[in-house]
T-cell receptor, first 113, second 113 residues
């Protein structure tokens, strides 16, 4: 186990709704990245938070937003859910000075109906 | 655009044999490359990191090679065991400040007893 936790484990929403996913990073880690993994695909980078500020973003629309808190935990918010947002959402944390290596949580499985 | 190719067909081998997985990439010059293991419904688990100036890295039964001329990495598991059965993901990292990872779609490895 990596020490990265995510909640909830599973979630079902309907199109147009909003969702908030949560992540607690591994102790001592100050960087959190979020990835989306569709079935049968590799994870795709959404964005990263470092010292409570967004530090890099992938090709995702603005309805994907996030926060990082002073204790380095993080939230991913998705507004106006679409069917294609159904995926496994992964949070990964990394340590100051060793940011190449990312430790993933178990993910949140989101189903949009 | 950047493209990472991993064999989409499952690799099926006999216990005790060496498994070799391939990762090819185009339109990218990564500073480092990582291999992750992912079990069904779980987050990826970091295995090995190799940098652009390194040719080979070993860890226990695992070996990774990195050829920046061929734009290819090979991942070997020697003396494979049924417990090694999983999907293996290749991920490339660059020099941008976010240390974001670009993942391949993964190759599923099945080790028969």
């Amino acid at each position: 186990e990596t020490g990265v936790t995510q909640s909830p484990t599973h979630l079902i929403k309907t199109r147009g709704q909003q969702v908030t996913l949560r992540c607690s990073s591994q102790s001592g880690h100050n960087t959190v990245s979020w990835y989306q993994q569709a079935l049968g695909q590799g994870p795709q980078f959404i964005f990263q938070y470092y010292r409570e500020e967004e530090n890099g973003r992938g090709n995702f629309p603005p309805r994907f937003s996030g926060l990082q808190f002073p204790n380095y935990s993080s939230e991913l918010n998705v507004n106006a859910l679409e069917l294609d947002d159904s995926a496994l959402y992964l949070c990964a944390s990394s340590a100051r000075g060793v940011r190449e290596t990312q430790y993933f949580g178990p993910g949140t499985r989101l189903l949009v109906l | 655009s950047q493209k990472i190719e991993q064999n989409s067909e499952a690799l099926n081998i006999q216990e005790g044999k060496t498994a070799t997985l391939t990762c090819n990439y185009t339109n990218y010059s990564p500073a480092y490359l990582q291999w992750y293991r992912q079990d069904p419904g779980r987050g990826p688990v970091f295995l090995l990191l190799i940098r652009e100036n390194e040719k080979e890295k070993r860890k226990e039964r695992l070996k990774v090679t990195f050829d920046t001329t061929l734009k290819q990495s090979l991942f070997h598991i020697t003396a494979s065991q049924p417990a090694d059965s999983a999907t293996y993901l290749c991920a490339l990292g660059g020099t941008d400040s976010s240390y974001k990872l670009i993942f391949g779609s993964g190759t599923r490895l099945l080790v028969r007893p």
